[in-house]
T-cell receptor, first 112, second 113 residues
């Protein structure tokens, strides 16, 4: 069964708009990460939020974590064409050592 | 600059052949991972290693093996390639510092005919 699941599966927005992606998970976690994958490339780490944190920022990215709802959201503000990619959440499950479990991803397409 | 590389980038092979995919990292990370990525499944963990001589099975390890003889390399071997193993394979590494951030290679696209 999938630990983390992103929603929506696909998202198309106009350039300049904000994009929001959500991730829900099932089991208590140590931390949650978001990764980006451009077409034909490997994944790139974006941001990590620990279970005792509620919000983190990095440039145009804002990540929130609600451990009571077992969910996280990734907000990309003022989207650009270069943000077109797939975005994955990955959870480090409590007591499960250094492994992380990836969701299936959200495909984001920024329209010119 | 430190990096993680995979070779080959593309491979076509026939059913039943043994195939080895290479992964080399210069981060000096203890942890290394192999994933496969298929449409509709996201990334699934095949094998992983926490250090030299340490290997562990992931969720989809059947038909695959790894060995870790040094810190830098974790080759993935398909003992007898099957069409179901047609996929894109990613290698990743992470430091053993509790942050769990993984650094990914560019991937190998494997086609088994």
């Amino acid at each position: 069964s999938q630990q983390g699941e992103e929603d929506p599966q696909a998202l198309s927005i106009q350039e300049g708009e904000n994009a929001t992606m959500n991730c829900s998970y099932k089991t208590s976690i140590n931390n949650l990460q978001w990764y980006r994958q451009n077409s034909g490339r490997g994944l790139v780490h974006l941001i990590l939020i620990r279970s005792n944190e509620r919000e983190k920022h990095s440039g145009r990215l804002r990540v929130t974590l609600d451990t009571s709802k077992k969910s996280s959201s990734l907000l990309i503000t003022a989207s650009r064409a270069a943000d077109t990619a797939s975005y994955f959440c990955a959870t480090n499950v409590m007591n499960r050592d250094d492994k992380i479990i990836f969701g299936k991803g959200t495909r984001l397409h920024i329209l010119p | 600059d430190a990096e993680i590389t995979q070779s080959p980038r593309h491979k076509i092979t026939e059913t039943g052949r043994q195939v080895t995919l290479a992964c080399h990292q210069t981060w000096n990370h203890n942890n290394m991972f192999w994933y496969r990525q298929d449409l509709g499944h996201g990334l699934r963990l095949i094998h992983y290693s926490y250090g030299v001589q340490d290997t562990n099975k992931g969720e989809v390890s059947d038909g695959y093996s790894v060995s870790r003889s040094n810190t830098e390399d974790l080759p993935l071997t398909l003992e007898s390639a099957a069409s179901s193993q047609t996929s894109v394979y990613f290698c990743a590494s992470s430091p053993r510092d509790g942050t769990d951030t993984q650094y990914f290679g560019p991937g190998t696209r494997l086609t088994v005919l």
